[in-house]
């Protein structure tokens, strides 16, 4: 517990570190991350320590304000969570720093050290906080400090949008948290977040659950609240785009799960609903991961894939509690924690990778790379195994939790009502469409950015990156192989907070050690492919090795365009799921015999997100526009306005006294 | 008698009220208003004497009342219109028959709402509250439904006129000091007022307030 | 010590109506607002003094609004350097007069114990703020003090008719009155309910109007779409503040008349009306001054409903009076040096500020993240409070959701207009502007302010706050 506070004490010195050596900018970045660094890896120790070690702790700090407390705990919950923030605190400080110093030459970077320090301080508070007002302050915290790197490169449109829409939605979110919170407290009457389950007056707790359910699922990006997701993922810097998608997503699970311990008599609903949400979250993400031709926002799809797959098996975990079944919740739940855990090693590697193309190739539309296993190897392997964790290869991070969240579909098929089978086995569909394309579309993604040959010259251009940025991706390989070969690791480290939920870890082993033999043996015919291939490599080093261009058809004067392109890849299985997007087409069609030069481009975006909030606040702006229209600039009618307000007001009073 | 003659100041003072509603002249409507106020100021003094003895409390206030409304308001608004060279018309944004319609209404309405509002004690005269009422509400029925600045303002007295007869309801009782300062106040506010319409008619040209309709969202 | 508090802007007043320099003039009013903070923060541990028989003492409630006023006159009389030497050359002999009165008169408004000595020092303030609106004499400018005179003037009129109904309401059965807010308090006077129930409704229309609650608010973004910024700021953090000291106590008139109930649905009333007002015009607002006053009627508001919610919704309330204060100075000294950037005070006028002026860039985001209620800053703490009295308090939970709901909306309409003025590339190719240290270090010295309330509120602070909303709850 002392560990962790000091951590993120020194996490928020971290955060103040840069902003006094804002005279020297470079330092300030350095000086920043060292501190960050440092901090998370002694968070981390004690994470792991308490996540394992299944004690609770509390402290209660100095506090001033009219409302709340610093009341901070640490149980085996909150410390899971904490294990994916301080690893990959830990990654994105270094990586951070050796992305952002790419930069100092042209603006001032400094301040984006101590707002990353501070994203990963208010983090840590949100996993530690045991009082609302606390809670709120670090989300919020959070909120501001995420929304400040997302708007690094704001002189760019799209970065602008993307902020904005993150902030929009976050405050949604945190609305329905204020409403939360409020509740439970006058519920309690006090702030503090009960650190056993509660019941609440009938008519609070649905309020509650409803209100747990939009806030927490908002900051998860579970549709339909997913919708800031794609916008501000893409365009924030990299080791930013990897914290948020690591482990900022993963707030919302924490909260939900925090709702489920402190709520008694969660009812199955509630279970049913993210089940639902959570299956139309993996094929919404699934299908756009295909679609999407910007490197990141694919990226960013697939988290939302990722995070509906991590709400279904919470869902089926709280079905199997609300119905009284063990052995489902027990499967449910631990498939949803395990999958927390790989999904933030996976994807902050795979944001971290992309970062890294993007400062190769600069560049962050797949069309305009290629080619790019030649000049970035390091981090084409990299990228490559993020991709293979991420499309649940045996041996990776990914295969092991999805295996468990399968497993527990698999047993909630045998053992719930006749609608919750039907339920699991239309799950079960989901998740398995979700897969292939989301293998699909990460096969795309590798495939286009690189290999072929380059379709820009920026592509061309592109260099490997200095080990700052490959020695913190070096490391989240490593925790991706360790949790895909030793999932039994990863079952140790989450076994105290599923004790909390009175679940019992032996109710598991058998599954995970399953999982763990079925990654073994993958990476095993795995490794010796890849042995295969290097012996063959090798045996025919010897001979010539003439290079000529791809044969065109014939066509005289080939260009890279016209290698096979994202667009195309994703074309037969997009002609397919067409109801999901909206293909927008832009720029001319080649006409008559000789046509001139055309652009032509297509962009997609699913119709949740266009139809629901991009129609609605259209739609909503526009009623107000109407209303606004009452206000005329009249003196006349202000004092109109007040007069009748006057003789409103005082029938009403008159008719109160006669009451 | 007293009491005969309270009641007659007091009606005086609403039907001149009214009659400003129906008036077309600025220049009138700035005459009916001292006139109006001049009646006004009689029934501190009608007050006391129905009850006997007249207190210097109540000549103060008469005498600050004719300095200031019955004199020195008027002189500071005619002032400011012949120095803006208004043209005289009042230009309702509602016809004189209706304003005078809608008056009677709101006096009606006035007499209504005095009902609601028992007194602790009976005051001098019973038409003290509904007359009060009506000026308030003719006040601002003239505020609202003229464009001229200048009538604005005196709408503004009118409903002034009908705050001082309810504060008569305690004239015994009111500190001097803050009734000074009321009045101050007030005397103040249509110098202000007389300034600005100054400004808008140099800026301006005229002084219609539907030329005051710029700011917009 | 009081009567220096309250007689030195006057003395001074006179001596900048005389022929003095105008820099001079300047620096006197910097030393009249300077010696204005350290004798009100010089009263805050005395016991209460009384001046003119009762007439004029420093309560708790009084001192609470008393502070952040000085304070914010302080700040802008820094401001007012850079502010001026880069306006147009006009003589400020009226312009500095008016602002010394104005103190003066607001100083009064705080310190009153009296309804009309109160209404008189409201009054006053609203007429010598005229000349400060019509500074720059533009037609615009003048459009705006008039309809500020005149729909204010009507307004007050409104809350003198109050008064002399609370007066009515008071009267005993020997005709005797009183309007002392101790005697009002006291439980002693008994209250004739039908003329309290008039009179709590006219004072909270009149007051409101000064305070700028819808419906009564259209003056507001006329007038501080108009006025100096800096003015603008000024009478946005403390003349609606003293009006709204006018409410409050008028509420507690109520309170311990036992009618709780009455003033509390009115009051919530007015206050969800003003946020709906607030939210409907702030979003796809055009002009960011005007912007800025719909974000006071929204912070009025907020006022007004948290004072609907008993003693913890009132100690909500009388935090968001401090920073409101402190808000209304970030952002309206912003605004200023945007204006006087840019030329311009609409939205799509200015873009890039962070890259133009990044002093002010990073001035209009704190203020804007403080404006909207984001932790740090202190407006987080006192909307919560509020909340959570709405939640706790509230009969139904209409209330507290319309007022998440508008607070919403509001956030994504300020966002919107705002952030695209501070991000992106400025319309000019310029190199990063240095800019004067007056028109800086006020708005960062409030937004500094405004943090701190955000995560630490000092004891002797806490304790006032609870004491004057204890008084204001009924007993």
Partial sequence: MHVALVAVAGLAAGAALPLILWRWDRLAVVAGATVGAISCAAGLTSAIRAASGGAAAEWLGPWSLPIGALRLGLDPLSAVFLCCLFAVGLASSIYGAGYMLAFAAKRRVGWTAAALNA???????????????????????MTVSAFLLIAFEHEHRDVREGALWYLVFSHFGVACLFAYFSLMGSAIGTFQIPGAATSFPPTVAPALLVLAFAGFGTKMGLAPFHAWLPAAHPVAPSHVSALLSGVMLKCGAYGLLRTLLVVRGVPAAWGWTLFACGAASAVLGAINILAATDLKRSLAYSSIENVGIIAVSLGAGVVGLAAGSPGVAALGLAGALLHVLSHSAFKSLLF???????????????????????????????????????????????????????????????????????????????????????????????????????????????????????????????????????????????????????????????????????????????????????????????????????????????????????????????????????????????????????????????????????????????????????????????????????????????????? | MTNVALDIALILALLLGVTSLGTSRIGAAIRYFWMQAAAVAMVPLLIETRSGGLSVHAWVLFAATMVLKV?????????????????????????????????????????????????????????????????????????????????????????????????????????????LGVLLDLFVAVFVMGIVIFHINRAFDHIDSHQLDTLKD | MLATLLLLPVFAAAIALARVPDRARLQLFRAVAFAHLALAIGLWNRPAEHLFGGYIALDAVGLLVLMPMSALFAGIAIYLGGYLRRAERRSHRIFIAALLLLQASLTLAAASQHMGLFWVALETSTLVSAPLLYFHHTGRALEATWKYLIVGSVGIALALLGTVFLAIAATDA?????????????????????????????????????????????????????????????????????????????????????????????????????LAVAAIFIVGQADYRRLLAYASVEQMGVLVFGLGFGVMGAQGSLLHVINNALNKGILFLAAGNLLQLYGTSAIAGVAGALRRAPATGAILIAGLFAAVGLPPFGLFVSEFVILRAAIAGGASAWPAALYLGFLAVIFLGMCVAILPMAQGESSRDEAPLHEPASTILPPMAFASAALVLGIYVPRPLAAMIESAARQLGGG
């Fill in chain 1, 119 to 141: 994203l990963l301080a208010s983090i840590a508070l949100v996993f530690l906080a045991r009082d609302g007002v606390l809670f709120l302050f670090a989300w919020e915290g």
């Fill in chain 1, 352 to 659: 971290s990778a992309a970062g890294a193309v993007l400062h190769g190739a600069h560049t962050r539309r797949l069309e305009r790379m290629g080619g790019l296993l030649k000049r970035m190897p390091a981090t084409a392997a990299i990228f490559l195994c993020g991709a293979a964790a991420a499309a649940a290869v045996p041996g990776l991070a990914g295969f092991a939790s999805e295996f468990v969240v399968y497993r527990g579909l698999f047993d909630a098929l045998g053992r719930l009502t006749p609608a919750g089978q039907a339920a699991s086995a239309a799950a079960l569909g989901a998740l398995a469409l979700a897969g292939g394309l989301a293998a699909a579309g990460l096969a795309r993604a590798f495939g286009m950015a690189f290999s072929g040959s380059p379709r820009s010259e920026q592509a061309a251009n592109a260099r490997e990156q200095n080990a700052a940025m490959l020695l913190p991706m070096a490391m989240l390989v490593g925790a991706c192989l360790a949790l895909g070969m030793l999932p039994r690791i990863a079952l140790a480290l989450v076994a105290p907070a599923l004790a909390q939920f009175g679940i019992h870890w032996s109710l598991l082993t058998p599954v995970v050690a399953q999982a763990g033999h079925a990654g073994q043996l993958g990476s095993i015919f795995l490794l010796v492919c890849l042995a295969l291939a290097a012996l063959r490599d090798r045996l025919l080093r010897p001979r010539p090795v003439a290079q000529s261009v791809t044969w065109g058809c014939g066509y005289a004067a080939p260009t890279a365009r016209m290698q096979y392109s994202a667009a195309s890849f994703a074309s037969p299985a997009l002609n397919v799921l067409r109801g999901a997007l909206e293909v927008r087409m832009s720029g001319g069609v080649p006409q008559a015999v000789f046509p001139a030069a055309v652009h032509r481009e297509s962009s997609a975006t699913d119709r949740v997100d266009a139809f629901l909030y991009r129609g609605g606040t259209a739609w909503v702006s526009r009623r107000l526009a109407s209303l606004r229209r009452l206000h005329r600039s009249r003196v006349q009618q202000y004092l109109l306005y007040m007069f009748i307000a006057l003789v409103l007001l005082l029938s009403w009073a008159a008719r109160l006294v006669r009451q």
């Fill in chain 2, 71 to 179: 004199w020195g308001v008027p002189y500071f608004l005619n002032r400011s219109v012949r120095e803006a060279s208004v043209r005289t018309e009042v230009e309702p944004l509602i016809g004189f028959g209706v304003s005078l319609m809608l008056g009677a209404g709101l006096v009606g309405l006035s007499f209504a709402l005095a009902r609601q509002l028992p007194l602790p004690q009976r005051p001098a005269s019973d038409l003290l509250i509904p007359v009060a009422f009506s000026l308030l509400m003719i006040g601002l029925l003239l505020i609202v439904s003229r464009s001229k600045a200048v009538t604005q303002v005196v709408g503004y007295l009118v409903m002034e006129n009908g705050i001082f007869l309810f504060g008569l309801l305690l004239i015994d009782v009111f500190p001097y000091l803050i009734e």
């Fill in chain 3, 174 to 274: 020997s005709g005797d009155t009183t309007l002392f807010i101790r005697d009002l308090t006291a439980g002693t006077v008994h209250l004739a309910k039908p003329w309290l129930h008039a009179a709590f409704v006219l004072l909270l229309m009149g007051y409101g109007t000064k305070m700028g609650l819808a419906p009564m608010h259209a003056w507001k973004p006329d007038a501080y779409g108009e006025a100096p910024p800096p003015v603008a700021g000024l009478l946005a953090g403390t003349a609606t503040n003293c009006a709204f000291l006018g409410v409050l106590r008028a509420t507690q008139i109520c309170a311990h008349a036992g009618e709780v109930k009455f003033a509390s649905s009115l009051l919530v009333l007015l206050g969800l009306v003003s």
